[in-house]
């Protein structure tokens, strides 16, 4: 699994150099997310302690484990910044609050009680069911009834490794599945190519043959090389109208 594109390397270099004091009060200014990135991509001992000893965020972080905050929270990042490959969307419904307030509003307000690691398996959930849809073609490796799942209880973070199995199966299978559809886009556009005056596309109703099938050739070439960037998680779904229906997309002119 990719990791999440490290932020905050130069306040992760000098706030370890503060005294616990100064590191408080620059928690406080924080949100709550950009803290948790913080401690998430940056190893970073000296600030768990600070935020072990922070009067309103003690008791939010000693009641948890703090290394499957961590790992859920790294799962979490990645998923977000795959999401965000084709434009920013809006946040989680779990998470919209990490980034709305500083640490310190979030302690008054939310302090007693959340349960900081189920708001994020919360948001990672949320994520992993988009994939419910488009689940059934995609061969996930020892995970054939995935699914399934996903239609009729949709997915639950179990722990942070099955999590993480999960996400990196969806994304391999994904990963295939566009492969296999970007060979058949070329082997469609090679063919019209070759037989120009032969094959039409379904959406043609025209019986004269083209003159000017570059541009459906091109169109699908096009669409190939997107394809092995589509996204589902983004929202990004590539050639729908070649793959959404039934009937073959390239048929012969009917004479």
């Not at 992760?12 to 928690?27: D, F, G, M, S, Y």
């Not at 541009?215 to 190939?224: A, D, F, T």
Request: hydrophobic share 40%.
């Amino acid at each position: 699994m990719s990791s999440p594109n490290p932020r905050f390397h130069a306040v992760a270099r000098h706030i370890v150099k503060l005294p616990r004091e100064l590191v408080h009060r620059i928690i406080d200014d924080l949100t709550l997310g950009k803290l948790l990135e913080l401690i998430t991509i940056h190893d970073l001992p000296y600030i768990e302690e600070c935020l072990l000893g922070h009067h309103g965020l003690d008791v939010l972080f000693q009641r948890i484990d703090l290394g499957d905050l961590k790992a859920y929270y790294r799962i979490f990042l990645t998923l977000r910044q795959r999401r965000r490959q084709f434009g920013r969307r809006k946040p989680t419904v779990a998470l919209a609050y990490f980034d709305d307030c500083d640490v310190q509003t979030f302690v008054t307000k939310y302090n007693t009680r959340v349960d900081l690691i189920s708001v994020v398996t919360e948001a990672i959930e949320e994520l992993v069911q988009r994939y419910r849809d488009y689940a059934f073609h995609l061969n996930v490796e020892g995970m054939p009834d995935l699914w399934q799942t996903l239609q009729d209880v949709g997915f639950r973070c179990e722990s942070p490794d099955a999590t993480l199995a999960v996400v990196e199966g969806l994304w391999d299978a994904e990963r295939e599945l566009n492969r296999v559809k970007a060979a058949q886009l070329e082997r469609m556009a090679s063919l019209i190519e070759r037989y120009p005056a032969t094959l039409r596309t379904r959406a043609d109703f025209l019986q004269d043959p083209r003159r000017n099938e570059g541009h459906i050739v091109e169109k699908l070439r096009n669409m190939g090389r997107r394809m092995l960037k589509g996204n589902i998680l983004s929202g990004c779904i590539v050639g729908i109208e070649v793959f959404t229906y039934r009937d073959l997309f390239i048929i012969p002119y009917n004479r």
